[in-house]
């Protein structure tokens, strides 16, 4: 069976730091994208980051670049998302998800997120 | 960034009834545009991408169509299982980008 879990969230006070991980199952881990969303409670899904299956490319949404980083291990099949100098507002349940391709119109690829894991609760209070 | 917005917030209908959802972009994006059904306390599902593509699994009165800036899912005869957040993705730029929901709630 095709799974992401993902593990390391809980309660951390304005400044502190997390490491959240997302361990895979069930499909060839390094040839995928891998991405990081999260979602506030009661609002929308925000695009977090995600990484090229050999580590080489990261991308970040404008509010968490230079707090968090986005890493991966191929040999242990996991994801990880270092969360540093935390905010109020990174309070959300971040989701790891596999970033299916398919060959684009001459375009580079097309991506979408096909699996999901079922989320970790990140909240940031004093 | 590339900013989507979607219409309706939200609305409510009735079983049997099609439905339409709306997601614009703040620039052309091709046809890299997803849709995704999301139910309460659970992890989002991917519908359509590519702006029309069904993705495997998901049933046929789910439609996708649009290209540059103006995109629309269709939801052919609503079901009950259908009453749930849909949200719109773009992936033409590198920083991805989701529309703000609509929720669809019985009528």
């Known amino acids: 069976e095709v799974q992401l879990v993902e593990s390391g969230g809980g309660l951390v006070q304005p400044g502190g730091s997390l490491r959240l991980s997302c361990a895979a199952s069930?499909?060839?881990?390094?040839?995928?994208?891998m991405s990081w969303v999260r979602q506030a409670p009661g609002k929308g899904l925000e695009w977090v980051a995600n990484i090229k299956q050999d580590g080489s490319e990261k991308y970040y949404e404008g509010s968490v670049r230079g707090r968090f980083t986005i890493s991966r291990d191929n040999a242990k099949n996991s994801l990880y998302l270092q969360m540093n100098s935390l905010r109020a507002e990174d309070t959300a349940v971040y989701y790891c998800?596999?970033?299916?391709?398919?060959?684009?119109?001459?375009?580079?690829?097309?991506?979408?997120?096909?699996?999901w894991g079922q989320g970790t609760t990140v909240t940031v209070s004093s | 960034d590339i900013q989507m917005t979607q219409s309706p917030s939200s609305l409510s209908a009735s079983v049997g009834d099609r439905v339409t959802i709306t997601c614009r972009a703040s620039?052309?994006?091709?046809?890299?545009l997803n849709w995704y059904q999301q139910k309460p306390g659970k992890a989002p599902k991917l519908l359509i991408y590519a702006a029309s593509s069904l993705q495997s699994g998901v049933p046929s009165k789910f439609s996708g169509s649009g290209s540059g800036t103006d995109f629309t899912l269709t939801i052919s005869s609503l079901q009950p299982e259908d009453f749930a957040t849909y949200y719109c993705q773009q992936t033409y730029s590198t920083l991805w980008t989701f529309g703000q929901g609509t929720k669809v709630e019985i009528k």
């Open positions: 069930g499909f060839t881990f390094s040839s995928y994208w």
């Open positions: 998800a596999r970033d299916q391709q398919w060959l684009g119109n001459g375009f580079g690829y097309y991506y979408g997120m096909d699996v």
């Open positions: 620039q052309s994006i091709s046809n890299y």
